[in-house]
């Protein structure tokens, strides 16, 4: 049972790894593209609990460090994080309703965001001053946007929930 989660979750990671650098950029509303790999990892963090979504945040930003040109260790240290705060609300130990997923889910953007743009300032020495402009102008509708498509499968398991019970 536990190696059949594991494929599926590795499976899932990979297609939206897959999705995320081939599907998504045609999918993109004024340079504003969906985080489908965070998607996934907040579903996991929200499945499995916070020491699984530490690990696989930390290899997540790690793979995505490899592959872009950002500063090695940003994105693997950002995501750690966010996996970290996500995993705090583990639905095995809370339950937790879809307005307040949602919500989770702009943090966990939040908290990604302002901890790589963070490094970023220190690594290369620039003012902190523009943390706050960047997470409204970039963070925000970038988060609303992957926020719309993370609700269709989070309404979906809470509906498909709702029709079992009766």
């Known amino acids: ?5 594991i494929f599926k979750w590795a499976g899932l990671f990979v297609l939206a790894f897959v999705l995320q650098t081939t599907l998504v950029p045609s999918i993109s509303i004024f340079q504003f593209r969906p985080d489908l790999l965070m998607l996934v990892l907040f579903a996991l ?4 609990g916070v020491i ?10 790690l793979a995505q460090d490899l592959y872009s ?10 995501k750690t994080i966010a996996g970290f705060f996500a995993g705090l609300f583990n639905e095995k130990l809370v339950r937790i309703d ?4 949602a919500v989770l889910l702009l943090l966990m953007f939040l908290l990604n965001d302002s901890v790589y743009l963070i490094v970023q300032m220190v690594k290369t ?12 102008t970039a963070t925000l509708p970038r988060a609303l946007y992957s926020l719309l498509l993370g609700m269709i499968p989070i309404l979906w398991e809470n509906y498909s929930q709702a029709t079992v019970r009766r």
Do not use: D, R, W
């Open 98 to 101: 879809p307005i307040f997923k």
């Open 125 to 136: 020495g620039g003012s902190m001053q523009g943390i706050g402009m960047e997470l409204i």
């Open 69 to 78: 040109p950002s500063i090695l260790g940003q994105n693997a240290l950002s």
């Open 45 to 48: 963090a929200l499945k499995a």
């Open 52 to 61: 699984p979504a530490v690990y696989i945040g930390f290899f997540l930003g």
């Open 1 to 5: 049972m536990v190696l059949k989660n």
